[in-house]
Nanobody, 114 residues
Framework: QVQLVESGGGLVQPGGSLRLSCAASGFSFSSYAMSWYRQAPGQERELVATISRTGVVTNYADSVKGRFTISRDNGKNTVYLQMNSLKPEDTAVYYC???????WGKGTLVTVSS
């Protein structure tokens, strides 16, 4: 059974940091590029960051470049999103996705507010 389980969301003040994790099971995690998406209230889901199968290549949305870092540990079947210098506009539900097979997690809520 394929599962992607996100964790690490919560309430954080502007300028703060959070680290999201996405634990994968039920498929060959190391065979696929992975990504993080987010969806703010009333908005479409948007791509935040992607990482290649080996972790060598990463890409980011302009809105998070320089503040967020995507990484992965293929030994632990986990992909991470380190989020620094958080802004209120980063508030959203964050989802991980296995790119090629199109598997999605259920998301974790990040709220940036004072």
């Amino acid at each position: 059974q394929v599962q992607l389980v996100e964790s690490g969301g919560g309430l954080v003040q502007p300028g703060g940091s959070l680290r999201l994790s996405c634990a994968a099971s039920g498929f060959s995690f190391s065979s696929y590029a992975m990504s993080w998406y987010r969806q703010a209230p009333g908005q479409e889901r948007e791509l935040v960051a992607t990482i290649s199968r080996t972790g060598v290549v990463t890409n980011y949305a302009d809105s998070v470049k320089g503040r967020f870092t995507i990484s992965r540990d293929n030994g632990k079947n986990t992909v991470y999103l380190q989020m620094n210098s958080l802004k209120p506009e980063d508030t959203a539900v964050y989802y991980c996705k296995a790119m090629s097979p199109g598997y999605w997690g259920k998301g974790t809520l990040v709220t940036v507010s004072s």
